[in-house]
């Protein structure tokens, strides 16, 4: 089926006001960052670069913890108004004329979820289902049993890890695609119809992650280059401060990964997934497998049904 980047692409560009929104969200980290490192300097200078190094690793340590928490209350809601807009797009080719974009999609993402926290523990399951599929049923050192490729199986399965995120919005896309208002119960139907079609979208989505990789290789040189021209006329006892540009122009590479690359990215999975979506149903003995293997699918399976049960009792 390949990539259809061109038509991922084209789809995007018809969501300008979210890859703003994801250029504000993105650049006020990078402010974030910048104060930061310049704080680093500053404590380096002062106390020495030990001092500076272990602020650094525990900042990278609170920072993991911090961009969780950003991700929760932030980037949740504005991830999966994206995705609503995307699955519109795809789906009919185009939005409603005379929308605000930010409305309908917020009012699309509450429809369906009713509160972020909904949406937050949708997506950790279906993560968490992803991730026991990958260590089980479709365990690439189970396919590479040499003992000789083992290495390379490992790192195969860690680019197949990478790449789940691409996998799990897809999923968030079909719960809008389906008009099923218990979200539970069409993630569920999601998971089931990605193992049925596993091949293709890993497939895709591996891709992805490799042309992510290389698309942050290529960003980060190109913010290198003027950052690495200013660190070059500093004195060789500014280390600190050209450690500092040398971290922030990765980040910056990796931001734009995050604003640019990653929408076209999930496009493109989003829109290999929805087509075998709407040639396949899910199968019963599937979903057996899958709940054999994952206990976070039994856990969406509970939400489902309980989701059922106000309105069956009435």
């Not at 917020?106 to 599929?133: F, I, N, P, T, W």
Request: glycine residues 6%; positive net charge; hydrophobic residues 55%.
């Amino acid at each position: 089926m390949g990539l259809q980047l061109g038509e991922a692409i084209k789809i995007v560009a018809q969501t300008k006001v979210y890859l703003l929104y994801r250029t504000v969200v993105y650049s006020s980290i990078a402010v974030v960052v910048a104060l930061f490192l310049a704080i680093l300097v500053l404590i380096g200078s002062v106390f020495g670069s030990g001092a500076a190094v272990v602020l650094f690793i525990i900042a990278l340590l609170a920072g993991g913890f911090g961009f969780r928490l950003l991700r929760e209350y932030v980037l949740y809601l504005l991830q999966a108004g994206h995705i609503a807009l995307i699955t519109e797009i795809a789906a009919k080719g185009s939005l409603p004329s005379g929308i605000s974009q930010t409305a309908w999609a917020k009012e699309r993402v509450m429809q369906y979820y009713k509160e972020v926290s909904v949406l937050a523990l949708v997506d950790q399951l279906v993560k968490g289902v992803l991730v026991s599929l990958n260590r089980t049923l479709f365990n690439v050192m189970n396919a590479l049993p040499i003992p000789a490729l083992e290495g390379l199986a490992k790192v195969v399965q860690r680019i197949v890890n990478f790449s789940l995120t691409y996998i799990d919005e897809s999923v968030i896309a079909y719960t809008f695609r389906t008009g099923n208002e218990n979200v539970f119960d069409a993630a569920r139907s999601g998971i089931i119809i990605y193992c049925q079609s596993w091949k293709a979208l890993l497939k895709n989505a591996v891709a992805l992650t490799l042309l992510s990789y290389v698309f942050v290789l290529l960003t980060t040189f190109a913010f290198m280059l003027p950052l690495g021209a200013l660190a070059l006329f500093l004195p060789s006892s500014w280390g600190l401060v050209k450690f500092a540009l040398f971290v922030f122009s990765l980040f910056l590479g990796i931001s734009a990964k995050w604003i640019l690359f990653d929408p076209v990215a999930c496009t493109s999975t989003l829109l290999t997934f929805l087509k075998e979506a709407e040639m396949a149903r899910p199968d019963p003995a599937w979903e057996a497998k899958i709940e054999a293997v994952s206990d976070k699918f039994r856990t969406l399976k509970e939400k489902a049904g309980e989701a059922m049960r106000p309105a069956s009792g009435l």
